[in-house]
């Protein structure tokens, strides 16, 4: 069986020598073994979690994310489930990428040809693929009108304590609250979860999906299908999609 030292391990990964190390200190990445002289060396199994860990930072998973999903009972099923979805989504892109190209050159060569082509067929050049983009514009929604939320409750705190007028703090709260209702009820009224488990896809309440453990594309729910408790993964289910 091979064994691989830190920076070995690194360059075969792709990252620094103190990313390697960082892992160890989460404990997401423990060495098999140390060397006599105080050396970490790295097995096959380590290489292999090394690149799923690598993987799941891509998908721009938190480093707790990581952890928390690497320790579930079956990670695997998850991990499998996030690495199709994943596939498909650049599938999707490289597809639609190819038909931009395609209509481009047809543009192209109608022109060099003096062929009239209509506002529509032009239009259509820029064709967008709604499905993969509409989750992401979500996430963009619920950013952006947080932070006007966010800005309101960090200056009615200083305001607070500096000038010692607490009023703006209950402003904050009777703006927050609100909110925090309204934004809720829109995110998961527009998105669905697959679990990996047996593949349905399923709407939770919105109470258990609000108070479930979550990362940005997987949340800890129970399935309504199989029944089985763990991180599913996050795909667009709007009304009427």
Not at 103 to 119: D, I, M, P, V, Y
Request: glycine share 8%.
């Amino acid at each position: 069986m091979s064994k691989y030292t830190t920076g070995e391990l690194a360059k075969l990964c792709g990252v620094t020598v103190r990313t390697v190390q960082y892992y160890d200190t989460r404990g997401i990445l423990i060495p098999s073994e140390l060397s006599e002289g105080g050396r970490r060396l790295y097995s096959d199994d380590d290489l292999k979690r090394m690149k799923i860990i690598c993987f799941l930072r891509e998908l721009d998973l938190s480093i707790d994310a990581v952890s928390q999903i690497l320790k579930e009972e079956h990670p695997e099923k998850v991990i499998s489930l996030l690495i199709e979805q994943q596939e498909t989504a650049l599938s999707e892109e490289i597809s639609g990428k190819q038909e931009k190209l395609d209509k481009l050159r047809e543009l192209k060569n109608g022109l060099k040809g003096k062929t009239e082509f209509s506002l529509e067929t032009i239009g259509d050049i820029a064709a967008i693929m709604e499905g993969r983009k509409k989750l992401k514009k979500l996430h963009l929604m619920m950013v952006l009108t947080g932070i006007p939320v966010t800005a309101l409750q960090w200056f009615s705190i200083i305001f607070w304590i500096v000038k010692g007028i607490w009023w703006p703090f209950i402003v904050w709260v009777l703006v927050a609250i609100p909110w925090a209702i309204l934004i809720s009820r829109y995110y998961f009224d527009h998105v669905k979860y697959i679990c990996p488990e047996c593949h349905e896809v399923f709407k939770p309440t919105m109470k258990e999906a609000f108070w479930a453990n979550h990362t940005p594309t997987a949340r800890k729910l129970t399935c309504t299908s199989c029944g089985r408790k763990g991180f599913c993964v996050e795909v667009w289910g709007g009304t009427g999609e």
